[in-house]
């Protein structure tokens, strides 16, 4: 791993802290605004730490700003702050300020450094023989794609359902895991997100 400069150092810092805190990746603004620089000089911060192996981004998408290596030694576990999805609301951004209903603080093995989630309870008893019962909370990894039998999170008709995705020849097929719900098919499918775990409470 290449060195880097004091201050590559420290905008990797701010750009860890950030997204421990609040769950989520900094933009370039938010960045330049904490140093008081311009977006370029961020750019250019943002491009040495990816040649060197430490960050990697996405152009084409917001908030892709991802910690591959902490250069930075912590003694205690990976922590963030995920956000709890309520009631998705219809036409708002998935972790809009109108779907939010809270945080929460996850440690590993729930959460991995240098991925973005979110998190949900799970309501109704369709994904019982997954393991997955009313009440728990499911953990998932943001994602745009699925490969057959995942369990994902959709937005369908404006509201979240959790269940495994198959793709058929033109339409999208959600799997229930309960012989007592049928299976939903549609050709208007939003992947938002892979289960990554579920955390339950007794």
């Known amino acids: 791993m290449k060195q ?22 900094a933009t370039v603004r938010e960045i330049g605004e ?4 311009s977006l370029r000089a961020v750019q250019d911060h943002i491009a040495a730490l990816q040649k060197k ?15 591959l290596v902490d ?6 576990p990976y922590m963030a702050k995920v956000p709890l999805l309520g009631n998705v609301a219809a036409g708002k951004p998935l972790l809009s300020e ?12 729930f959460i991995r450094p240098g991925k973005t ?15 997955i019962l009313e009440g728990d909370l499911a953990v998932v990894e943001q994602a745009q794609n699925a490969v057959d039998g995942q ?7 404006n509201a979240i359902t959790l ?18 719900f049928s299976p939903i098919y549609s050709a208007d499918v939003q992947i938002v997100g892979i289960l990554s775990n579920i955390v339950r409470t007794y």
Do not use: W
């Open 4 to 25: 880097i400069t004091e201050r590559q150092q420290e905008v990797l810092n701010f750009i860890s802290e950030f997204q421990k805190e609040q769950g989520y990746p």
């Open 34 to 37: 904490h140093f008081g620089i």
């Open 53 to 67: 192996g430490y960050l990697s981004q996405c152009q084409k998408r917001a908030r892709s700003i991802r910690v």
């Open 71 to 76: 250069s930075k030694q912590d003694d205690g």
């Open 98 to 109: 109108e779907n939010l209903d809270g945080y929460v603080n996850l440690t590993e093995p």
């Open 117 to 131: 989630y979110f998190a949900l309870r799970v309501r109704g008893t369709s994904m019982v023989n997954a393991g």
């Open 151 to 157: 369990i994902v999170v959709a937005v369908l008709d």
């Open 163 to 180: 269940k495994r995705f198959y793709k058929e020849a033109d339409k999208i097929r959600l799997q229930p895991e309960n012989p007592d």
